[in-house]
């Protein structure tokens, strides 16, 4: 329970269990040796919330059908996984598929690969990208990016559904720079 922070809505992963050599569960750091923190959203909030009452700071937050450690077996028994992923017609998708589908909905919602490899406690970009969608549509991206920052912010071109101007100002920099430009070009003068 410690490791749940209700306050900033967030929960820090700063262990895990593994598979001891005689079967048994070893606590100990997270595959990267790192905490990291992940966000305690407002729908799943409520169901935390509950899980959370009368427990005491050190007792878990979610346990085993027993009250033991949640494992990855006894978590695909409890939501009965096998009926599950034949229901939703995906009868080959794993446990650890819902880590990609974590990253992707991430990426699509605008995170930030940095954002996103500190969400998953990945050790690298390269890492983090196996996990996601992030290179698909770069270059329309890129070219939304720099429409926008090339029609000067005003909604003009390709970039014209992204909300608001550069972060840096390059929208209205830019703007002024092409009316330079056409004044040099009104005035005989080539661009620099």
Request: aromatic share 4%; net charge positive; hydrophobic share 35%.
């Amino acid at each position: 329970m410690r490791d749940v922070d209700f306050s900033h809505n967030i929960i820090r992963v700063s262990r895990s269990l593994s598979p001891g050599r005689n079967g048994e569960l070893v606590e100990q750091s997270p595959k990267s040796h790192k905490s990291r923190e992940v966000p305690l959203i407002a729908a799943l909030r409520p169901h935390v919330e509950d899980a959370a009452r009368g427990k005491k700071p050190d007792d878990l937050l979610l346990s085993g059908p027993d009250g033991g450690r949640l494992t990855n077996h006894n978590a695909r028994r409890a939501v009965d996984w096998d009926v599950l992923r034949v229901a939703i017609g995906r009868p080959d998708l794993r446990m650890h598929d819902l880590r990609h589908t974590f990253a992707t909905i991430l990426f699509d919602a605008g995170a930030s690969a940095p954002d996103v490899l500190a969400t998953l406690g990945h050790s690298s970009l390269q890492v983090t990208e196996r996990y996601s969608r992030a290179r698909e549509g770069v270059a329309r991206r890129a070219g939304a990016v720099l429409d926008q920052a090339l029609s000067g912010g005003t909604g003009k071109g390709a970039g014209a559904g992204r909300k608001g101007k550069s972060d840096r100002g390059n929208g209205p920099r830019m703007a002024r720079t092409q009316q330079n430009w056409r004044r040099n070009e009104a005035a005989g003068r080539k661009k620099p």
